[in-house]
């Protein structure tokens, strides 16, 4: 540039004069507002830097523009509460996780249950003849406990009766003590019943059918129990009497050896205890498999006339 343009000053054009913000550029050659590239980012003007220089205009610094965009987007995506509200709000309490766990295991314990149910092989293997006669059993148990129940509350009534109740009182405990006296196996007792004979075949009897035997009629309702052997030799069978295998075929009952053939006598319901003992898989049928039979006498009149001993009490003493 030469001194003659620098002095008047005509080698330069003269820089115009900064448009406000808001109106439109008023320069010919100014490009349109519409027109400008969308790839620019649009930052408030109080976050652009400017640079002063020797010029009177403002120069944008592109480079820190970008980087101030940059670090807002990081502070955006690293506050997801802020993104998106109510989120921190939404955690499952753990009362709710345990009580969806109790739910869950309550469930699966009824869907166990109703297929274990559901799929009884002993139920499903049995015919129609030996459910019928199972539902007998049951029913005639339930007859005869209704009964009880039934004798029992008449005792009640009369032990409530006012000037009746001490003679009511003395009658139901001499019944009681006859009752207690059969069952302890010290008073003999009659009625109608049942002579279960084993027959021993191939094996002899083992003391362990003997015992089958005898918890399937005590379960049908047997009242008063007695085991006869081969020479007649008799054992009153009360709740301790145990059973063991003797040499040959010979049956030791509470210390008393018996040979076989054998035969119980049991007072109580003759149908109720029959089907008890001919029940599929039972005791006849176990005897029958080791060779050997079950035979089924009804007695309209059966007699316990074995005693059992008493036991001395070493330590106990009634009270008045």
């Given at each position: 540039m030469s001194e003659e343009h620098r002095e008047t000053g005509t080698g330069w054009p003269q820089p115009a004069a900064p448009v406000p913000a808001g109106r439109p550029d008023p320069r010919p050659d100014a490009p349109d507002a519409d027109e400008l590239s969308p790839l620019v980012p649009d930052v408030p003007s109080s976050d652009v830097p400017v640079e002063s220089g020797d010029d009177d205009g403002a120069t944008v610094n592109l480079a820190e523009v970008a980087s101030a965009s940059g670090e807002r987007a990081s502070e955006s995506a690293a506050s997801p509460s802020s993104a998106v509200p109510g989120v921190a709000g939404r955690r499952v309490s753990s009362a709710t996780v345990m009580i969806?766990?109790?739910?869950?295991?309550?469930?699966?314990?009824?869907?166990?249950?109703?297929?274990?149910?559901?799929?009884?092989?002993?139920?499903?293997?049995?015919?129609?003849?030996?459910?019928?006669?199972?539902?007998?059993?049951?029913?005639?148990?339930e007859k005869r406990l209704q009964q009880d129940i039934e004798a029992l509350e008449d005792s009640q009534r009369q032990l409530r009766s006012g000037e009746q109740g001490r003679q009511a009182a003395l009658e139901e405990a001499t019944k009681r003590a006859d009752e207690l006296g059969i069952l302890a196996g010290t008073l003999p007792a009659r009625g109608p019943g049942l002579a279960v004979r084993f027959e021993p075949g191939g094996k002899p009897i083992r003391a362990d059918r003997v015992?089958?035997?005898?918890?399937?009629l005590r379960g049908a309702g047997a009242e008063a129990m007695q085991i006869s052997g081969g020479d007649r030799a008799s054992a009153r069978i009360i709740a301790s009497t145990y059973f063991l295998d003797g040499p040959g075929d010979v049956l030791v009952v509470d210390g008393r050896a018996l040979t076989g053939p054998f035969t119980i006598t049991v007072i109580g319901d003759p149908e109720t205890m029959r089907t008890a003992l001919n029940i599929?898989?039972?005791?006849?049928?176990?005897?029958?498999?080791?060779?050997?039979?079950?035979?089924?006498?009804?007695?309209?009149?059966?007699?316990?006339?074995?005693?059992?001993?008493?036991l001395k009490l070493e330590h106990a003493r009634p009270v008045s």
């Open positions: 969806a766990a109790l739910l869950a295991l309550l469930g699966f314990t009824l869907v166990v249950q109703l297929k274990t149910t559901s799929t009884d092989p002993t139920l499903a293997a049995t015919r129609q003849e030996d459910l019928v006669r199972i539902f007998s059993d049951l029913d005639s148990r015992l089958d035997a005898v918890q399937e599929p898989g039972g005791v006849a049928a176990s005897v029958r498999g080791d060779g050997g039979n079950v035979s089924v006498e009804d007695r309209e009149v059966a007699e316990v006339s074995a005693l059992h001993a008493p």
